[in-house]
């Protein structure tokens, strides 16, 4: 089954992302921040990860550049609200 995490520190957006892909039946975790992220990228094999960019302790970039040293099949997609 297709693995996504989806990570955001809006309780709202990540729920509303994770939502729309447990409604096509995939498999959906969700972290709060980039040290999260990391620690269930860690944890579990993922096919996805969708990553905000600005998030407590641990920013989406300094995380994306953990996620890719550990996997770097992992498909990432960085999101933000920001210009």
């Keep these: 089954m297709f693995r996504i995490l989806v990570v955001d520190d809006d309780s709202a957006l990540r729920l509303t ?6 409604e096509r039946h995939y498999h959906v975790d969700e972290a709060c921040d980039g040290e999260a992220a990391i620690d269930k990228v860690m944890a579990a094999k993922y096919d996805l990860v969708l990553l905000d960019v600005n998030m407590p302790k641990l920013s989406g970039l300094e995380a994306l550049k953990s996620i890719k040293a550990y996997d770097n099949s992992i498909i990432v997609i960085v999101l933000t609200a920001y210009s």
């Design 17 to 22: 992302v994770s939502s729309a892909f447990q």
